[in-house]
């Protein structure tokens, strides 16, 4: 059974940095790239980028670059988002999924609510 | 980067056919995806590559394409369908955007 599970929810308080992990089970990891998905409270799904889970290659979108970092250690099949310099408009629902806009597998992550205070 | 349109809400009656437009520039040449989100749960892609639907997901569903606009098609609306629903495609750079979302109402 494919399993994609991600670490606890987070109360930070802005300025300060975020990791996010997504554990995987049940498939060869590096068969499909990670995709980092957020949503914050009552708003749409937001692309924060991908990682090809085979040679570490990455790639962000335009308005996190230089604050957002995601890794990957094949050895645990755990990939990992950092974001730094949070601020309160990071609150939100973040997820992992594999091979999003490729097609299937589609497997999400249950989210991990990240919550940025002042 | 570039921008998907969807209504922000459609509403039908059981048993009837749903109808939910993404347009966007993009969509003449790169492929979309269509995902439903039911409150509180992860997103749930229902269709790949403007028709092609993954295993699991009803035959009810369908997606077509039609120059720079791709349609999602609910024929046979159940009370279980209302959710939201999300298009998305990539650009030629491989950044990869959403639609707004389109609330589906289930009267």
């Known amino acids: 059974q494919v399993q994609l599970v991600q670490s606890g929810a987070e109360v930070k308080k802005a300025g300060a940095s975020l990791k996010v992990s997504c554990k995987a089970s049940g498939y060869t990891f590096s068969n499909y790239g990670i995709t980092w998905v957020r949503q914050a409270p009552g708003q749409g799904l937001e692309w924060m980028g991908w990682?090809?889970?085979?040679?570490?290659?990455?790639k962000y979108v335009q308005k996190l670059q230089g604050r957002v970092t995601m890794t990957t250690d094949t050895t645990t099949s755990t990939a990992y988002m950092e974001l730094r310099g949070l601020i309160s408009d990071d609150t939100a629902m973040y997820y992992c999924?594999?091979?999003?806009?490729?097609?299937?597998?589609?497997?999400w992550g249950q989210g991990t609510l990240v919550t940025v205070s002042s | 980067s570039f921008e998907l349109t969807q209504p922000p809400s459609v509403s039908v009656s059981p048993g009837e056919t749903a109808r939910i437009t993404c347009s966007g520039d993009a969509l003449a040449k790169q492929y979309a995806f269509w995902y439903l989100q039911r409150p509180g749960q992860a997103p749930v892609m229902v269709i790949y590559?403007?028709?092609e639907r993954p295993s699991g997901i009803p035959e009810r569903f369908s997606g077509s394409s039609s120059g720079t606009t791709v349609t999602l098609t609910i024929s046979g609306v159940q009370a279980e369908d209302e959710a939201d629903y999300y298009c998305q495609s990539t650009d030629a750079s491989g950044t990869l955007v959403f639609g707004g979302g389109t609330k589906l109402t289930v009267l």
């Open positions: 990682i090809n889970t085979h040679n570490g290659n990455t």
């Open positions: 590559k403007d028709t």
């Open positions: 999924v594999t091979n999003l806009g490729v097609g299937p597998p589609n497997y």
